[in-house]
């Protein structure tokens, strides 16, 4: 298979197993290391997250993640709409990353609105679907224990 320089490009999806929190990248600067998680909410080629569904639930991480670290740098939806990267400085503490998700998707699922649904603050207001990101979030939590196994063969 050929190689590439998108380090998701050379991640065998046919091995994966969806749900998961994995580490995909590390970049060291002079002074901080920046950590690139991929979170998998949907099995990849089997299914995808509704796009309306990723817009709220993109809202409601980028907003409700920074309630629990100010070590966020970005949050953003998979072009493959079956999850997201987070970028941040951390200490590569893995299981500190499974905190955070875990409360920021409990945020998500529990939210009683959507943050900056509106014209002024967002480039596409009316592509929202807040209950079903709330259902993506609940249903991820379902299978928190999961989180860990990245690969098929590991479970």
């Known amino acids: 298979?050929?190689?590439y320089k998108v380090e998701s490009f050379n991640l065998d999806h046919t091995k994966v197993q969806a749900p998961y929190v994995r580490l995909a990248g590390v970049k060291k600067g002079t002074a901080d290391t920046i950590y690139k998680y991929d979170i998998r909410?949907?099995?990849?080629?089997?299914?995808?997250m509704p796009m309306r569904a990723v817009h709220s639930l993109e809202h409601l991480i980028a907003e409700n993640s920074r309630s629990h670290s100010n070590q966020i740098i970005d949050?953003?939806?998979m072009g493959c709409q079956t999850g997201f990267y987070w970028t941040m400085l951390n200490d590569g503490d893995y299981e500190a990353m499974l905190d955070l998700v875990e409360a920021t998707l409990r945020d998500a699922a529990n939210a009683t609105e959507l943050p900056a649904q509106?014209?002024?603050?967002?480039?596409?207001a009316n592509h929202h679907d807040f209950e079903g990101a709330k259902k993506l979030?609940?249903?991820m939590l379902a299978k928190r224990d999961e989180w860990h196994i990245i690969f098929k063969d590991e479970a």
């Open 41 to 48: 909410f949907i099995q990849p080629n089997e299914g995808l």
């Open 137 to 139: 979030a609940a249903d």
């Open 1 to 3: 298979m050929k190689s």
């Open 75 to 77: 949050v953003s939806p």
């Open 118 to 124: 509106n014209p002024i603050q967002c480039g596409s």
